[in-house]
């Protein structure tokens, strides 16, 4: 009979302790946690630590965030615009709109014309290159420039930092061919000794690919033997590009075009 | 009796002594708020004081006129087109941030060289509070880069000490390209504005983690540095910022290509 009465009501069966059974057992525990010296002694400690740590958040809040979020704010400029639903003033400024329209047309002429209509654009940061016809991108792709590699002879005396120029270039020359004459820290660096001017060694056919166009200051756009490097800044200052986009730029760009480097 | 009196006493000059440093650092609280919630107010006044615009009212720019949207929108384009010409003449690369469109250009000698959608743009209040006129007539002309603080260095140049000889020769190492690196960087300009440019997180937990250490470790810089005008008894001069999210690439390629001592306009 019970039982069945039971059945009925799940909660009634789960409870164990009554109400006051239950405040008893609790203040039991909390007399013996009080009268227990080391508890009492980690709940302070603990209860120290939150309230220093509480503190130490709240005065950097205050400093760090707080102060700045109220500086953020205040009275904003209030625009009138058509918007707004008064139109009487628009039509007496019609004139001065229409002068400024005229010179953001002056402005914005005088600014495209700085564009030359072929030039290229190496990223030296993604090492990419872009080629540009009319204006408008014609090829793009992976090139490799300065290694930024400071290189400096055992003694200390002399020293190289291998990094591409940046900033606006023209070609100045353009080379079918070209030969490379390996300057002092290309023999430096393999810790050869470095040979007179004029000497044999320093000549090297076919390392710079099939074409080259300087910059100036011994500049140079080129080929390599080394295209599995193209896209890492691997060079000694000069921009490498692999042998189709080398020979697409050469002959895309003449004698005086610009080369934006950055 | 004569313990508990000592005690008493003790307890009661330590009790005071909490209270004077409470006090004091109250004071203090106040006075660094005071001095910060200053600091704007008197930047705006500066810029207005500054740029505002002076001429004769009959010359057209009236003052319903200067408080166009429509007027202060194209004033604003002819500003910006200003400041790029300006920067046309320079040699190295420029940056050009263009909110309207949301669009980062490196520019060099006029020539957009390269460009980057901008993800996110935060502004000080201060391009809110200043006469739009006083503020467009500054930006009309380039930000000059007086100081940067990044999270990487601007040539990553390394080290190398040639060999003695060909037995030390090792030949040439391809670099790690694959390393993580977090991107994110603030220019300071002469004029006392600020421009944060803060790599995209995508939800990424390191990149997050970076980017709130340098933004903590710029608003200690900032704590630091009013606390010191505070200790001087000057006033400490507010920065105005821009805040701009980019892709990381994009944040590193900017920072890499404009100069130490660089330029930069904006259109807002």
């Not at chain 1, 190496?122 to 408008?136: A, D, G, P, V």
């Not at chain 1, 991108?137 to 291998?162: D, N």
């Not at chain 1, 710079?208 to 500049?219: I, P, Q, R, T």
């Not at chain 2, 500066?46 to 004769?56: D, F, I, L």
């Amino acid at each position: 009979m019970n039982n069945d009465q039971n059945n009925g009501h799940p909660e009634s069966s789960g409870r164990s302790f009554s109400e006051s059974e239950l405040v008893q057992m609790l203040s039991g525990i909390f007399r013996s946690v009080t009268g227990n010296r080391i508890v009492r002694k980690t709940v302070a400690i603990t209860l120290r630590v939150l309230l220093i740590l509480f503190s130490f958040t709240a005065v950097t809040g205050f400093f760090l965030y707080l102060v700045p979020a109220i500086q953020d704010n205040g009275r904003k400029t209030t625009y009138v615009s058509p918007e707004t639903g008064n139109y009487s003033f628009i039509k007496d400024h019609k004139r001065e709109i229409a002068k400024l329209n005229a010179e953001i047309r002056n402005l914005s002429g005088k600014y495209q014309s700085y564009t030359p209509f072929s030039y290229l654009v190496i990223n030296t940061t993604e090492n990419k290159f872009r080629l540009y016809q009319n204006r408008k991108m014609v090829r793009e792709g992976y090139c490799s420039s300065g290694s930024y590699i400071r290189l400096v002879t055992p003694e200390g005396s002399r020293e190289w930092v291998f990094k591409t120029p940046k900033g606006r270039f023209t070609i100045q020359q353009k080379i079918v061919k070209p030969l490379w004459v390996k300057p002092d820290w290309a023999f430096i660096e393999e810790g050869l000794p470095v040979p007179p001017a004029d000497d044999e060694s320093r000549y090297e056919w076919g390392v710079l690919g099939d074409y080259a166009m300087s910059l100036g200051d011994g500049y140079l756009i080129h080929g390599t033997l080394y295209e599995r490097y193209m896209g890492m800044p691997v060079t000694h200052g000069c921009v490498r590009l692999n042998d189709e986009d080398l020979e697409a730029v050469f002959n895309s760009l003449t004698i005086g075009s610009r080369v934006y480097i950055f | 009796m004569d313990a508990d009196l000592k005690t008493g006493q003790r307890t009661d000059s330590f009790s005071r002594k909490r209270l004077i440093v409470a006090i004091f650092f109250s004071l203090f609280a106040a006075g660094y708020l005071i001095v910060s919630v200053l600091a704007p107010v008197s930047k705006t006044e500066s810029v207005n004081a500054e740029y505002m615009y002076k001429g004769p009212e009959k010359n057209g720019l009236n003052d319903t006129l200067l408080k166009d949207s429509s007027f202060i929108a194209l004033y604003r384009q002819k500003a910006f087109l200003q400041a790029r010409i300006t920067m046309a003449a320079t040699d190295s690369a420029v940056l050009s941030i263009d909110m309207t469109d949301s669009i980062a250009r490196i520019e060099i000698k006029g020539v957009t060289v390269h460009s980057s959608g901008i993800k996110n743009i935060r502004l000080s209040s201060v391009f809110t509070k200043c006469d739009p006129y006083a503020i467009t007539s500054l930006l009309s002309k380039p930000f000059v880069i007086s100081k940067s603080f990044a999270s990487i260095p601007k040539e990553p140049v390394v080290h190398k000490v040639a060999p003695r000889d060909t037995s030390e020769y090792k030949p040439y190492e391809i670099p790690d390209t694959s390393r993580k690196v977090y991107v994110n960087i603030i220019l300071e300009t002469e004029n006392g504005f600020r421009l944060y440019m803060y790599q995209e997180t995508n939800g990424s937990m390191p990149a997050r983690l970076h980017r709130f250490t340098f933004d903590l470790t710029d608003r200690l810089r900032n704590a630091a540095y009013i606390i010191k005008c505070m200790g001087t008894l000057s006033k400490p001069e507010y920065k105005p910022y821009i805040k701009v999210t980019l892709p990381a690439k994009e944040v590193m390629a900017i920072y890499r290509a404009i100069p130490a001592k660089g330029q930069f306009a904006v259109r807002i």
